[in-house]
């Protein structure tokens, strides 16, 4: 069964330093989301793709966080700096298409700690 | 301000009886729901859904329902299973945007 794919799983780095984040979404899937999800907390949408465009990001921190989808299929989400408030899980998901009743499937995500 | 929320951070129940997890919201321009499982070191996985043109959904043991009035869902599971054991995620959106808004989840842990 095709998965989304995320790399690294984990991310250790002090604060002020530069992380960045990969994801691979199903294959054919033209919608692409990255969520932060802060421990005890339910995921938070930060920026949402159809194909190569940004749809939505207005909850992206954009004085820090940058996104991209070059190509229209993996997409990498970077923080420059990072701040101690960023330690979350960085979730991927990718669906279908740009319809609330596409289901969206996500990846195993990505834990960063700041330090 | 949180316009989902889970005010059950945790739930333990016996294997074989009913789990009831709860979900309010505020929103009232939210008219669609889901429902996501997670288990630990994965990401979420998507369970079930229901509009706000129904008042209940159902696929195989688990069963949504809708209150509008009250703004509130429920997601049942009977039976329980121990692989059922995971945290709950609600999560709705409105017709005007794509936008999910998810819950803070609730830990579900099936006793055998």
């Known amino acids: 069964e095709a998965e989304v794919a995320q790399s690294p799983r984990y991310k250790i780095t002090e604060k002020s330093q530069a992380v960045a984040f990969w994801c691979d979404p199903i294959?054919?899937?033209?919608?692409l989301y990255w969520y932060r999800q802060i421990l005890g907390q339910g995921p938070e949408l930060l920026v949402q793709?159809?194909?190569?465009?940004?749809?939505?990001d207005s909850q992206l921190p954009k004085d820090r966080f940058s996104a991209e989808r070059l190509k229209g299929v993996d997409s990498t989400l970077k923080i420059q700096p990072a701040e101690l408030g960023d330690s979350a899980m960085y979730l991927c998901?990718?669906?279908?298409?740009?319809?609330?009743?596409?289901?969206?499937?996500f990846g195993p995500g990505t834990r960063l700690l700041v330090l | 301000d949180q316009q989902v929320k889970q005010n059950s951070p945790s739930l333990s129940v016996q294997e074989g009886r009913i789990s009831i997890l709860n979900c309010d919201y505020t929103?009232?321009?939210?008219?669609?729901f889901l429902w996501y499982k997670k288990y630990p070191a994965e990401g979420p996985t998507f369970l079930i859904s229901?509009?706000?043109?129904?008042d209940k959904n159902e696929d195989g043991r688990f069963t949504v329902f809708l209150n509008k009035s009250a703004k509130h869902l429920s997601l049942h599971i009977v039976p329980s299973q121990p692989g059922d054991s995971a945290v709950y995620f609600c999560?709705?959106?409105?017709?005007?945007?794509?936008?999910?808004?998810f819950g803070t989840g609730t830990s579900l842990t099936v006793i055998p």
């Open positions: 999560a709705a959106s409105a017709l005007s945007g794509n936008q999910f808004y």
């Open positions: 793709f159809q194909d190569e465009s940004v749809v939505d």
């Open positions: 998901a990718s669906s279908l298409a740009l319809r609330r009743a596409e289901t969206q499937y």
């Open positions: 929103n009232s321009m939210f008219d669609y």
């Open positions: 294959s054919g899937h033209a919608t």
């Open positions: 229901i509009s706000s043109i129904k």
